[in-house]
């Protein structure tokens, strides 16, 4: 659409630029938030500022407003150059409009145990991963808005996972390696490598950044037990808002401090198990029983903590809230390892041997493989 068909009538002051579109709807645009993003003053190329804010009128004054093929021009008091802004920009920016993400929206999932993991999530193979970028930008963007996807036909040999996941999102290195076998040992350092049955979890909150995604490549699956749990935490913490706001809020404000130790690690951050944004939306949940280091809160303030971290566990603990999977040879599950908990259930390594590799992605480059797709699918502004 051409940017003057947007457009109904433009008034203004000193202060306000005021646009009337033609959808009927109006919009303010302050004279400091428009001085601000002049785009003379960025680079044409890279589009980066070329000023500090320092470097601006600390309270710019419109002296004048035309409107120019699809744009329009605004004149400074006591500035030499004019601005002059696209109006399909400035319908895109205004203030206070919804911000355009570079993913999709968070769609929650509360009743695991209802749920089918090969019918109710992601899944390619990974020739389609690799070969069909429509396919590939579908799984992509489900496994940000659902937390969950699952690959299969990857080869079962080591190291196959880095390959896989390339398109993806980049690996990341920890203590663990950049690529970790989970299958047992003897005298584990991490119960993870062992034969137990793990409760829902979230990896590494004594890091910080927490890794952002979590994949895990089954090599051998186990013929009895080993079955892999997930469950969203996001839709677990909403639920725990709507039926108990003061836990809920609990969680939200106590920083509870996580640790590792090993023989070549020394690890621990604090954060609250359920993380907020500035708006009050659930943005990460940060639960690992095995980790939680002692907290030092007043003895006052113990027990409304503990209470809220039960009730929260407890609900980790309802089936209904769990999707249950069986991965087979072959097959490759990436998760949100900030919203998406996973367990799974207990094995015998010695009547059935289990083995899986994991890595990390981090999470920027995940949303950015999925911003970049849409981008070069010419999808941009359908987000």
């Known amino acids: 659409m051409a940017g003057q068909n947007l ?17 009927g709807d109006h919009t303010e645009f302050a004279s400091l938030w428009l001085r601000d993003n002049c785009p003379g003053d960025r680079d044409p190329q890279s589009g980066q500022r070329l000023v500090d804010i320092t470097d601006l009128p600390e309270e710019p004054r419109i002296r004048a407003v035309s409107t120019r093929d699809d ?73 940000v808005s659902e937390g969950l996807a699952f690959l299969s036909g990857v080869p079962c040999a080591e190291n196959a996972i880095l390959g896989a996941v390339s398109p993806v999102g980049l690996v990341i290195d920890t203590n663990y390696g950049r690529v970790f076998d989970v299958r047992s040992v003897p005298r584990p350092e991490n119960l993870a490598y062992s034969d137990r049955g793990l409760g829902l979890h979230t ?45 809920f809020a609990e969680l939200t404000r106590t920083a509870v401090p996580f640790q590792y130790r090993s023989k070549d690690a020394e690890l621990f951050s604090a954060k609250p198990l359920i993380q907020l944004s500035t708006a009050g939306e659930v943005t990460a949940v940060h639960y690992n029983n095995r980790s939680i280091a002692p ?46 908990l996973h367990g799974r259930t207990g094995f015998s390594s010695a009547r059935s041997p289990r083995h899986l590799q994991g890595c990390y992605l981090a999470r920027d480059s ?6 970049l797709l849409r981008r070069q699918l010419g999808l941009e502004e359908g987000i």
């Open 366 to 371: 995940v949303l950015s493989a999925t911003a």
């Open 7 to 23: 457009l109904r009538r433009v008034s203004w002051t000193p202060d306000v630029l005021r646009i009337n579109w033609a959808s």
């Open 295 to 340: 907290l030092q809160l007043a003895a006052g303030e113990i027990r409304a903590f503990y209470t809220a971290y039960r009730r929260f566990a407890a609900l980790l603990r309802e089936q209904r809230f769990q999707l249950r999977a069986r991965l087979r040879d072959g097959d490759l599950v990436v998760f949100d390892n900030q919203r998406t």
């Open 203 to 247: 990896d590494n909150p004594y890091r910080d950044p927490v890794p952002g995604f979590q994949v895990l490549h089954c090599l051998i699956a186990s013929t009895e037990g080993g079955d892999s749990i997930f469950a969203d935490g996001f839709a677990i913490a909403e639920h725990l808002r709507q039926t108990e706001p003061d836990s």
């Open 71 to 143: 744009a329009i021009v605004i004149e400074w008091v006591d500035e030499p150059h004019s601005a002059c802004f696209d109006l399909e920009w400035l319908a895109r920016n205004a203030p206070g409009g919804p911000r355009r993400r570079p993913q999709p929206s968070i769609k929650r999932w509360l009743g695991g145990a209802a749920l089918d993991a090969s019918r109710d999530f992601a899944w390619l193979s990974l020739d389609q991963l690799r070969s069909d970028r429509s396919l590939r930008l579908d799984w992509m963007s489900r496994l």
